[in-house]
């Protein structure tokens, strides 16, 4: 059996979660979910990619881990009273159990020739779960034309996921994460700047050099941070249908 048709197999059982790549054309976004998709399962791009005039599609697994917490383990003793036992004897719990969900994540990749008008609608956004936000640390408008490009989707979404009409920046909205590229042609690492889109959603944020394979390499800190915006948007898709 091919990884094509192993994913196919797979795709058919578990749920899925759809994240939205926005961004400046030229910014890195195509880079980005290379490494955002790659897995495993999918070592080659032509293996996990579908594409059309508007969109192209990226996909992979995710682990979605759940905690099980179990109750205290019986002692084998009896101790003479109450307050020797609350003093001297201590009850013995098992650590908590980690159990895994499998979820399928798509990255949809808009085409660089759609605008990035405000009143940007699309029947996709509805179902969005996650964003991911990418400029490029060379050219600071590509981060001031973020605004721009997630209103639409993110009216759309506050629109259709909230009982009541949330503010766009609200903290609580839609997970997102943000990705300021072209790291390794910068002199020195930028320090963290208050009024950046990243402080001003409350965002997680991440800096790249998109063009290294091992950017997001497991156990590194950036890989972390895709994991927990990746736990974050199966969250939302769980407790915010």
């Not at 029947?123 to 991911?132: C, E, R, S, T």
Request: hydrophobic share 35%.
């Amino acid at each position: 059996m091919t990884h094509f048709q192993e994913f196919q197999r797979i795709e058919g059982n578990v749920r899925t979660v759809r994240i939205l790549i926005l961004g400046d054309p030229g910014v890195g976004k195509t880079s980005l979910t290379n490494l955002l998709a790659n897995s495993a399962i999918t070592p080659t791009r032509s293996s996990r990619t579908v594409a059309n005039s508007e969109w192209t599609v990226q996909a992979r697994l995710h682990k979605y881990p759940i905690m099980e917490q179990h109750l205290p383990l019986t002692p084998e003793w009896t101790s003479p009273s109450s307050s020797e036992r609350s003093i001297q004897w201590k009850l013995q719990r098992e650590p908590p159990h980690v159990s895994e969900v499998i979820y399928f994540v798509e990255f949809y990749d808009k085409n660089s020739s759609i605008s990035k008008s405000r009143v940007d609608k699309n029947p996709l956004y509805k179902n969005i779960d996650g964003m991911v936000l990418v400029y490029n640390m060379e050219d600071m408008q590509s981060q001031d034309h973020l605004h721009d490009w997630m209103y639409g989707p993110l009216l759309e979404i506050s629109q259709r996921r909230h009982s009541n009409h949330k503010r766009l920046l609200n903290r609580q909205h839609v997970p997102i994460l943000v990705v300021g590229t072209m790291l390794d042609r910068l002199h020195k690492r930028p320090l963290r700047r208050y009024g950046t889109i990243a402080h001003q959603l409350g965002a997680e944020e991440m800096l790249l050099n998109c063009l290294d394979p091992h950017s997001l390499d497991e156990k590194t800190r950036n890989h972390g941070k895709v994991c927990n915006f990746l736990n974050r948007a199966v969250d939302f898709k769980m407790f915010v249908p």
